[in-house]
Nanobody
Framework: QVQLAESGGGLVQAGGSLRLSCVAS????????LGWYRQAPEKQRELVAV???????TTADSVKGRFTISRDNAKKTVYLQMTNLKPEDTAVYYC???????????????WGQGTQVTVSS
């Protein structure tokens, strides 16, 4: 198992930026894919971005060009840099870890507690 702890959420005005961080602990080495999901009230959970242990990443079309995922393997940390935030980005953001990208896309793996991001108009 791996434990995940997110930080960096908050309230920001539209057009602003935030950086989310997620520190992993436990059996991190077996969870090669790290990612971020989000869930807004009354909406389905959405995969925002995922990154492999080698640094290959993909982001959802809804955030492409505005959000960037990165990771520091030495610090066992994954980041989500969010720029040009919009009110529709308001959601609880969850860090996730999975053995591989396919498992991540299936929504399986370990999850953090989530951090709230609120974007005001």
């Amino acid at each position: 198992q791996v434990q995940l702890a997110e930080s960096g959420g908050g309230l920001v005005q539209a057009g602003g930026s935030l950086r989310l961080s997620c520190v992993a602990s436990g059996r991190v080495g077996t969870f090669l894919a790290l990612g971020w999901y989000r869930q807004a009230p009354e909406k389905q959970r959405e995969l925002v971005a995922v990154i492999t242990d080698r640094g290959s990443s993909t982001t959802a079309d809804s955030v492409k060009g505005r959000f960037t995922i990165s990771r520091d393997n030495a610090k066992k940390t994954v980041y989500l840099q969010m720029t040009n935030l919009k009110p529709e980005d308001t959601a609880v953001y969850y860090c996730a870890a999975a053995p591989n990208v396919q498992t991540m896309f299936m929504g399986r793996g370990n999850w953090g507690q989530g951090t709230q991001v609120t974007v005001s108009s």
